[in-house]
């Protein structure tokens, strides 16, 4: 349990069994008033926000949150199929859920997911990815315009911009957190 | 700026005083906890020893010291912040706000703000007259709700700080006054409208400088409304404070009186240009 005193940005508490990150916190009190704990909280499971205000005698349930291992399966009329490798136990994730991710989701591949009580909220992925270049375009030398990278697809159908030597059929390594380029994979 | 403060208060005949930080009985108030020392507190506010100093017939006192209390931690609030106190026999609490207008005035001066500040992209003018505005014209303006409404749901201070404080001193600075009489603790009420308080609080740029009061002299209704205000407490289940027997006892000795206390600290955050009250001190609690 948490008193109103306790809270503060990033804490994750549960209301009417939503969990809630606190995305803003101030401590107010008006001249000879009582105190008030003004937050912004966002909703973890459908991302609405709001603003509120509580006062020092209100009380929150903590949000009972854990993240999984679980393997990447298949992806089928929008949902993603996920399977946890100790009880074989699956679940679905929507691609809102999934997000930014989506571009991401080699076959098998190993993710965490965020569960509140039993409800997935959102996986995170390894930070680098190796993938293989399925489409790119030669690259012209002296071509000035372009500047010095170019257009690729990745396996997953993710686009982005690489060195002009990348060739298709290489494979290259991604930050899954901004998106970009890394490097070169020998082999 | 504390240099230029002085200056005013010692230019106009103001008595500098000091009085003890650490004492048997703060003031109960609703909504302020002490933090103890010992059997003893540290003060929450000066005020109740300097008018045991009014009552022992200083007529015009000033002091800048340090007030402590617990739990208040915020962009705008310290547990440990710095307080200037100023009092005037005689007097009633319009003195005062003529005391505001020429004294944040001159301390801009000195710092060659001249006759404007700029808070946080607000430019508010400091040419006086300053705004003044009842509690209940502000709700009305701003709340959508009336300050009984507000009262009555015991909303009055989510609507003060969420609705009506952020359109408080936007052009000039505002003096916000005639506060319901319930909330006004130290405050002697209106002799023609029992219904409200002498107390105002100065706002600019939406952030509450000052409280003053013209001060509540009669002994007896002072000891209701502090064994009120200790009820309360007992009701929130917050520290019971004994109470200042000796500063009761003094009051019946008091003269009218007008009393004022503004944040330091705020002051400092708004001639500054600083968004925290974290910027204008050397040390935080949290960097100790």
Known sequence: MYTASDLRKGLRIKIDNDPYIVTEFNFVKPGKGQALYRCKLKNMMN??????????????????????????????????CFMDNQNYEQVFLSADQVGEAQNFLLDNIEVEILFFED?????????????VVTKADPWAKGDSVSGNTKPVTVQTGYQLQVPPFIEEGEK?????????YLTRVKG | MTRSIRRFFLDQGFLECETPLRIPAPAPESYIDAVASGEWFLQTSPELCMKRLLAAGY??????????????????????????????????YRTLMDDCEGLIAYA???????????????????LPPWERITVREAFDRYAGLSVEEALGRGC??????????????????????????????????NAENPEVAERFELYIAGLELANAFSELTDAAEQRRRFEKASRDRRLQNCPAYPLPERFLTALSRMPPSAGIALGIDRLAMILADQATIDAVVAFTPESL
């Not at chain 1, 009380?59 to 298949?74: G, H, V």
């Not at chain 2, 006192?61 to 208040?72: D, H, V």
């Open chain 1, 119 to 131: 409800r997935p909220l959102g996986i995170s992925l390894p930070n680098f990815i190796d993938v």
């Open chain 2, 156 to 189: 009055f201070d989510e609507i003060m700080v969420c609705k009506v404080e952020p359109h408080l001193g936007m052009e000039r600075p505002v003096f916000l006054c005639e506060y319901p009489a319930e909330l006004g603790a130290l405050a002697r009420v």
């Open chain 2, 59 to 92: 007529p015009k006192i000033f002091q800048i010291c340090k007030c402590f209390r617990a739990g208040e931690r915020g962009a705008f609030h310290l547990p440990e912040f710095t307080m200037l106190e100023w009092y005037r026999t005689g007097t009633d």
């Open chain 2, 108 to 126: 801009a001066g000195e710092l060659g703000l001249g006759g404007a500040v700029s808070w946080q992209g607000k430019r508010v003018a400091l």
């Open chain 1, 172 to 180: 290259i390594r991604i930050d899954t957190r901004s998106g970009e």
């Open chain 1, 47 to 80: 991302g609405n926000q709001f603003e509120r205000t509580f006062r020092s005698v209100d009380i929150f349930e903590a949000a009972d949150m854990q993240e999984k291992k679980m393997q990447y399966l298949y992806q089928e009329e929008g949902k993603y």
